[in-house]
C-alpha cells in the first residue's frame, strides 16, 4: 500500500512530470498509517505474510527447534522407508519365481523310473556357503513439488510450510507431510504433469503478471461458467468433475514449479476470484466440485496463497462463504480480501501495481498475443485520485524534439478527457491535441495518443469529474527522441 502512496517517478532528462496540488492532497489521503496487524478492520497487506521469513537466522529459537525436529523426523523415514506404502514394499521384497522349482507335470511312467539316472548321495548335498550379511535398506528418495527432501535448504521452505499449516506441531507437521507424500503418489502427480487435458479451461484459470511484492497472480474467472455447455462439460457427472480437478491440480503444479523455494525466495501465488456472473448457490455440481477441490488444497497444498482476493463479490456470496468456511482454517481465512463490484479495481491495485492489472480488471496490462502494445507491464504507471466534482490536470514537460507516447485511463470513466500542446514561447498558439470529451463505462477502457513535439512547451492532460464519486486515474508516458 505504500508503494500506491508514491506513483513511480520518470527519471528521463527531457521530460518532468508535474500534477497539480490535487494530486499531492490525495497522496497525502492515501498515505496509510503503520501498519498495525493487531486492527483487524483494516485489511492485511501483503508486508504481514512477508514477515513470515522463510531465513533460518529470521525464525524464532521455539520455530527453529521445531524444524529441526521436523527435519530429524523426516530422515528417520527416509532411512527407515516409511514413505514408502506396505503395498510398494510389499512389492519391493517380493522374490522373484525360481526357475530351479522341481516340475510336476504328471505322475512318473516306469520307463521313466527304470531310465533315472541317480547321482552318487554324496554330491546330492550342495556344499554350505555363508549367506552374505543383511544390508541396511537404501534411504528413501522423496520429492515434493520437484523439491528432493533434504538434499539442500529448499527442503527448510518446504518443511516451515507443513509447521506454519500446523501452528509448528512437529508431530501433526510430520503427519501431514506423511499424508501428501501417500497422496501424491496414489493421485499420480509426476504423471499427471505430462498429461494432456485439453485447453477448455484457459480462460477459467490463468496466471498474469504479479504483485507488488513479487508474487505471481492466478486470476480464478467463475463467471465463465455461465456458459451452459462449459458449465455441462465440466461438472455434470462425478468422471467430468473429476478430470475438472486433475486439470487443476496439474495447472497448480504446473505453477508452484515455477517457484522459488530458496530462503527469502518467492514461494506463494496471489490469488484473484472473479465472481462476476457466477453461477449462484443453487448450482449442485458446482458446489460439489468446489468443497473436493478446497479440501484437496488444503489438505496438501499448505501455505501457497500470499492472499486470496475476491471481486465483484455478489451478494449471495457471503452465504455460499459462510457455507464453506467450516471447512477452513482460520489461517486460511485470515488471508481473504472481498470487494463488491464498484471496489474491484481498487482493491486490485492495492496489492498490484496498475500495470500488471489486466485491463477487464481496470488495469493497463493487455494480452500480449493479441496485440502489439505501446507499453508493457515493464513500463509503470502512476495513479491518482480524482476527487468528485474536481479537474485533475497532468502535465508532461518537453525539453528537446520528440514523440510523446502517452496512455491513460479513469476506472469506469463517466469523466471528460482532453489534451492539448502548450508551447513555451508566448507568442505560439495552444495546440488542441484531443478535445474535451465525455467517455462512458461502454467506451475504450484505454486511451493511447502520440504526439510529435519540434518545440519547447508542455503536454498538458486534463480529466473532469462531474459526479460524486472519487475516481481512479491510471496514465504513463514514454518519450521517443528524433
Not at 535398506?137 to 506454519?164: H, M, Y
Not at 486470476?219 to 455434470?236: D, H, I
Not at 523455494?261 to 462476476?276: A, C, E, H, Y
Not at 474536481?390 to 524534439?401: G, H
Request: proline share 9%; charged share 30%; hydrophobic share 35%.
Amino acid at each position: 500500500m505504500e508503494k500506491e502512496a508514491s506513483a513511480p517517478e520518470k527519471t528521463k532528462e527531457d521530460v518532468v512530470v508535474a500534477a497539480d496540488s490535487v494530486e499531492k492532497v490525495d497522496e497525502k489521503e492515501k498515505q496509510p498509517p503503520p501498519v498495525q496487524p493487531e486492527e483487524p478492520k483494516i485489511p492485511q497487506t501483503l508486508i504481514s505474510f512477508k514477515e513470515e521469513s522463510n531465513v533460518i537466522a529470521d525464525l524464532s529459537d521455539s520455530e527453529r527447534k521445531a524444524l529441526q525436529e521436523l527435519k530429524q523426523l523426516v530422515q528417520e523415514a527416509l532411512n527407515n522407508r516409511h514413505f514408502t506404502s506396505p503395498k510398494e514394499e510389499e512389492k519391493e521384497k517380493q522374490p522373484p519365481p525360481s526357475s530351479d522349482a522341481p516340475k510336476t507335470d504328471g505322475p512318473s511312467s516306469e520307463s521313466d523310473k527304470s531310465t533315472e539316472i541317480k547321482p552318487p548321495q554324496e554330491q546330492q548335498a550342495p556344499a554350505e556357503v555363508a549367506p552374505p550379511p543383511p544390508q541396511p535398506p537404501a534411504e528413501e528418495e522423496v520429492s515434493i513439488w520437484g523439491v528432493p527432501l533434504l538434499k539442500d535448504d529448499r527442503t527448510d521452505v518446504i518443511l516451515l510450510k507443513f509447521l506454519r499449516a500446523r501452528d509448528f506441531k512437529v508431530r501433526d507437521a510430520f503427519v501431514m507431510i506423511k499424508n501428501t507424500i501417500q497422496w501424491r503418489k496414489d493421485f499420480g502427480i509426476e504423471a499427471l504433469l505430462n498429461e494432456d487435458l485439453g485447453d477448455d479451461l484457459e480462460k477459467v484459470v490463468f496466471m498474469h503478471g504479479f504483485d507488488r511484492d513479487g508474487h505471481p497472480v492466478c486470476y480464478n474467472v467463475y463467471g465463465e461458467f455461465q456458459n451452459k455447455q462449459l458449465y455441462a462439460k465440466t461438472f455434470s457427472d462425478e468422471e467430468k468433475r473429476m478430470k475438472f480437478l486433475r486439470w487443476r491440480i496439474q495447472f497448480l503444479e504446473r505453477s508452484i514449479r515455477k517457484l522459488n523455494f530458496r530462503p527469502g525466495g518467492v514461494s506463494t501465488i496471489f490469488q484473484v476470484n472473479d465472481l462476476k456472473n457466477s453461477p449462484g448457490p443453487g448450482k449442485r455440481e458446482l458446489r460439489i466440485a468446489t468443497k473436493q477441490a478446497l479440501q484437496l488444497l488444503q489438505d496438501n497444498y499448505p501455505e501457497f496463497v500470499a492472499k486470496q482476493v475476491f471481486i465483484n463479490v455478489p451478494w449471495w456470496y457471503l452465504a455460499f462463504h459462510t457455507m464453506i468456511s467450516p471447512f477452513m482454517t482460520q489461517r486460511t481465512k485470515s488471508k481473504f480480501v472481498f470487494a463488491g463490484p464498484s471496489k474491484s479495481a481498487e482493491t486490485l491495485f492495492k496489492y498490484i501495481s496498475p500495470e500488471h492489472v489486466p485491463i477487464q480488471y481496470g488495469g493497463l496490462s493487455v494480452d500480449y498475443c493479441d496485440c502489439n502494445p505501446e507499453f508493457t507491464i515493464d513500463d509503470p504507471a502512476t495513479e491518482i485520485t480524482v476527487k468528485p466534482a474536481t479537474k485533475q490536470n497532468v502535465e508532461i514537460i518537453i525539453y528537446e524534439k520528440c514523440t510523446v507516447v502517452w496512455e491513460i485511463r479513469v476506472v469506469g470513466w463517466e469523466v471528460s478527457y482532453g489534451a492539448e500542446f502548450v508551447p513555451e514561447a508566448k507568442d505560439k498558439y495552444t495546440i488542441i491535441i484531443q478535445k474535451p470529451t465525455k467517455l462512458s463505462p461502454a467506451d475504450e477502457p484505454v486511451v493511447c495518443q502520440r504526439f510529435k513535439v519540434d518545440e519547447l512547451g508542455k503536454i498538458l492532460l486534463t480529466v473532469d469529474n462531474p459526479t460524486s464519486k472519487k475516481k481512479k486515474l491510471l496514465y504513463r508516458f514514454k518519450v521517443e527522441p528524433f
